[in-house]
């Protein structure tokens, strides 16, 4: 990086000046939007409509949701043929058979085929399936993204370092409030007798978002 | 990771301040006690207009509008929470010293 910035500079591209995006913590100032947080939290748990309890097993709940998850039913998918049908009839259905609480959304299983790539997006918010995956990373709630992979989508996806044959057709399919899509990548050539543990290995979150595909065996 | 090295069009991921896992756990734990639908968060979140998108953070316009839909829902008023904000503030200048407990 340059070091003849100024610091007005940084501060309009939201960096430090060590190229770091600014992180904010517990003891910068208070915020006039954090005051409203403390307050909400405050007044909605004096009310009786939630309790600290609560706050904290949703916090505990939403930090314990990773990628993992998707990468468990991406394998038994691979691995079942049953599940995989039942998979693409309802993802809502056949995640919960695997124990994950999904919630009243609509989840979609979108496959990945030969000749068929399937991308996610939520060009409105951020729509995303955060029961199989966790929270969106911030790119994927970027004005950037959700503007550019619906209109220039092989651009975006070279940017992520994933180059498509010529001949595939590419969808992309835009959540709503109440249907999220979940993407089954295609099983990887060379993983024959794999076990479902191995085979998740290789299943990375940006490959059931569709912008990437998942690992190679080795 | 995607999208982090080029042209830096496309943000870094982060981990989430403590303040906005809390507004995402009001979010969620509010609208499964049938407070609101998502619906009406976004529709609080549009109505703020372009300019909300190049000036407050992410977590900044889910605070804002998971407020307007329970203020709306009459789980509390307007004023309840000018009032607090106002005792909040004079706790101390920081997110720390300023969450009682």
């Known amino acids: 990086m340059p070091h003849d910035h100024h610091d007005d500079d940084f501060h309009h591209h939201g960096m430090s000046p060590s190229g770091h995006p600014y992180r904010a913590d517990d003891d910068h100032p208070l915020t006039y939007w954090q005051t409203m947080e403390i307050a909400m939290r405050e007044l909605l748990t004096e009310k009786a409509i939630l309790t600290p309890a609560e706050i904290a097993a949703q916090i505990d709940a939403m930090d314990s949701r990773e990628p993992a998850n998707g990468a468990a039913v991406v394998a038994r998918a691979w691995m079942d043929p049953e599940f995989k049908s039942r998979l693409l009839a309802n993802a809502s259905d056949a995640s919960r058979e695997m124990g994950f609480d999904i919630g009243p959304m609509h989840l979609i299983a979108l496959e990945n085929t030969a000749d068929t790539h399937n991308v996610i997006v939520c060009t409105l918010c951020s729509c995303y399936p955060r029961n199989l995956l966790g929270l969106p990373p911030d790119w994927y709630k970027s004005r950037s993204y959700r503007s550019r992979v619906v209109k220039e989508p092989r651009k975006v996806l070279a940017e992520f370092g994933l180059s498509l044959p010529k001949g595939t057709t590419l969808r992309i399919h835009d959540s709503t409030a109440d249907m999220r899509y979940i993407v089954l990548p295609a099983r990887p050539k060379g993983t024959d007798g794999w076990s479902a543990e191995d085979l998740a290995t290789l299943v990375t979150r940006d490959s059931m978002i569709g912008v990437g595909v998942p690992k190679s065996p080795s | ?101």
């Open chain 2, 1 to 101: 990771m995607g999208g982090q090295q080029t042209d830096a069009e496309l943000p870094e991921d982060h981990d989430f301040a403590l303040w906005e896992k809390r507004v995402d756990a009001l979010m969620v734990l509010c609208s499964t006690k049938g407070y609101f639908t998502v619906d009406g968060l976004r529709r609080a979140i549009e109505d703020m207009g372009e300019e909300a998108f190049e000036t407050m953070s992410y977590y900044e316009r889910w605070v804002a509008a998971v407020n307007q839909n329970m203020i709306e829902a009459d789980a509390y008023t307007l004023a309840e929470l000018g009032e607090r904000m106002e005792q909040i503030k004079a706790r101390g200048p920081t997110y720390g010293e300023a969450t009682d407990g």
